[in-house]
């Protein structure tokens, strides 16, 4: 139980186009998703936290209007790059807690998706 | 602020022998611990987690760790490592009842034969 899975796993894309990533709760309804991004060689960085029928809530630094989040039900979240440029080119990786149980305090992570943007 | 060290960036054992990888950490109440695996190109996959209760908690693949408040650690360890081992290892702790999660820049496992 709790898989969390991302699609699509690999993306590359224009500058300037907008790219859709999206975070499934396969087995399990999410209350929570996260969205990190990790750099080569690098730890994860929160960049936000989506809850259902709610507005993202952003870490410092990162843009909103840049990067979009959408929780639209328990078991899916997206993430959309808008306006992508080579700087955004990462891997980014969400998670998800479980709505009720044992696990409500253990993030679930997802393969993540890698974005290579030209 | 919550934050999280890896002192070992990166750590060479060979097949068999026992392994130790250390996390320190910051915050000012009890924290919630745990350590995360990460193959290359993949997410990442809980091992163990600490909330409360018994300071030596075990977790999937014969890693366990240890709670030590004293020294605000939580080291994890392997008695005999094996070649898919290899791996990203992650240090993460959260505030209670919150689920944000700062992580250590990880250590990089290298198993020899």
Known sequence: ?118 | AQSVTQPDIHITVSEGASLELRCNYSYGATPYLFWYVQSPGQGLQLLLKYFSGDTLVQGIKGFEAEFKRSQSSFNLRKPSVHWSDAAEYFCAVGPSNDYKLSFGAGTTVTVRA
């Open chain 1, 1 to 118: 139980g709790a898989v969390v899975s991302q699609h699509p796993s690999w993306v590359i894309c224009k500058s300037g186009t907008s790219v859709k990533i999206e975070c499934r709760s396969l087995d399990f309804q999410a209350t929570t998703m996260f969205w990190y991004r990790q750099f080569p060689k690098q730890s994860l960085m929160l960049m936000a936290t989506s809850n259902e029928g709610s507005k993202a809530t952003y870490e410092q630094g990162v843009e909103k209007d840049k990067f979009l989040i959408n929780h639209a039900s328990l078991t899916l979240s997206t993430l959309t790059v808008t306006s992508a440029h080579p700087e955004d080119s990462s891997f980014y990786i969400c998670s998800a807690n479980h709505q009720r149980g044992p696990s409500t305090d253990t993030q679930y992570f997802g393969p993540g998706t890698r974005l290579t943007v030209l």
